[in-house]
Every structure is written in C-alpha cells, then in structure tokens.
C-alpha cells in the first residue's frame, strides 16, 4: 500500500514563528503536493512539485514556500506563521505524468494553529 | 478556468434511503473526475473515478456516470448505512495538469 506520512497530526505554533511540515511518501512518486482544508472551501492547493528541486506555485501559494531535496520528502514552510494559516494541511502524492488519471495518496493531515 | 461546484451540506439521511450528491465542472480540457471520501480523523482517499465521457465509476455500491454534455459528476447510491457518514469531494484533473482541483466537499450524516 502507499503510504503518505505527515510527521505531525497537531501542531499549535505562536504568530510569527517559522513552521515546518514535513511530509513522506514510499512508493517512488514524482509529484506532491499541499493542500490547505478549511471549512466551506474545500481543499485549495498551496505549492506541487513534479520532480526534486522542482516546484510551482498553486492556487494560494502567498506566504508559504516548500522544499523538495529528496524525491520522497516534501516540505512546506510557513516563514513567518499568521493566524490566518490556522488550517488542516494535506500532504498528497501521485505517480506521475501531467493529465493522468493517476490517483493521488493523501496523508492523515496535520491541524495547524497559530496563537 | 477550472472549478468544480457541488451542493452545500450537510445532507442528513436515513439508514437505506437513496444518496445523490451533485457535482458539476469547468475545464478547458477533457479533465478526468474523481470523488473521494474523508471519513472522520482521517485524509481522503479515492472512492471512484472517471476518465472519459459516459465511463461510470463505482465503489462500495457508489456511483457516478461522466456526462460531459452536462458538465456533471453525481455520485449517488441505492441505500446508503450509517458506516457511509464522511465528507465527499468531487475532484478534476484537466488536460495537462498535475494537480486536482476540488470542491467544497459535502457533509454527510446517516441516521439509523
């Protein structure tokens, strides 16, 4: 089975803090992806990367950068956490290719607040 | 652009009622469409897929047919139980894109 690891399910973090989430997966895929979950909006992707090193900007990218060194660890970093990034983060992983019917792989989510 | 529009929750049903969650799309392409499910403390996972028009996906006893003539992805099922209760994403992913786009996700609770 894949499996797609977000190390923390909770996190609280003090307003201007820099916050690491850090997410792994196990079955060799070439993209990633996060998503913020908030209630009534659905799931709105921040930032994906197709490949190590590479990466583009999604949706709500502001505010948040991400890190790809290794093809199995995706990182998202808050540099300077507001309470307005207090949110449900979702790691995702698929295999690859653009327009591909490939199902992605989500992890558990980590809940996110900013005090 | 790229959207997907499904109904507001929650949708609160009886045990064995009948299920249809609406889920319509925008893409500039022939997009590939999804639901997933997020049940309680958990992330989501795929319930069904899509990839052409008039392809039905099914699962668990859900379904959803590809109608491109109306831009339309509604997953339903016969008779739903309360182990069904979680929300509901419809998903694309269009034509030379990575990523999915989703919906608001649809609450639903059932009622023994």
């Known amino acids: 089975d894949v499996k797609v690891t977000q190390s923390s399910r909770y996190l609280v973090k003090r307003t201007g803090e820099k916050v690491f989430l850090e997410c792994v997966q196990d079955?060799?895929?070439?993209?990633m992806f996060w998503y913020r979950q908030d209630p009534g909006l659905g799931l709105r992707l921040i930032y994906f990367?197709?490949?190590?090193?590479?990466?583009e900007k999604g949706d709500i990218p502001e505010g948040y950068s991400v890190s790809r060194e290794k093809k199995e660890r995706f990182s998202l970093i808050l540099e300077s956490a507001s309470t307005n990034q207090t949110s449900m983060y979702l790691c995702?992983?698929?295999?690859?290719?653009?327009?591909?019917?490939?199902?992605?792989?989500f992890g558990q989510g980590t809940r996110l607040t900013v005090v | 652009g790229n959207s997907v529009t499904q109904m507001e929750g929650p949708v609160t049903l009886s045990e064995e009622a009948f299920l249809t969650i609406n889920c319509t799309y925008t893409?500039?392409?022939?997009?590939?469409l999804f639901w997933y499910v997020q049940y309680p403390g958990e992330g989501l996972q795929l319930l069904l897929k899509?990839?052409?028009?008039?392809d039905k996906g099914s699962n668990k006893g859900f379904e959803a047919t590809y109608r491109k003539e109306t831009t339309s992805f509604h997953l339903e099922k016969g008779s739903v139980q309360v182990s069904d209760s979680a929300v509901y994403f419809c998903?694309?992913?269009?034509?030379?894109?990575?990523?999915?786009?989703f919906g608001s996700g649809t609450r639903l609770q059932v009622q023994p």
């Open positions: 893409a500039t392409g022939y997009p590939s």
């Open positions: 079955m060799d895929h070439e993209n």
């Open positions: 995702a992983s698929s295999l690859g290719g653009s327009g591909k019917s490939t199902e992605a792989f």
């Open positions: 899509a990839t052409k028009a008039d």
């Open positions: 990367s197709y490949d190590v090193k590479m990466k």
């Open positions: 998903a694309h992913m269009d034509t030379g894109r990575r990523a999915l786009t």
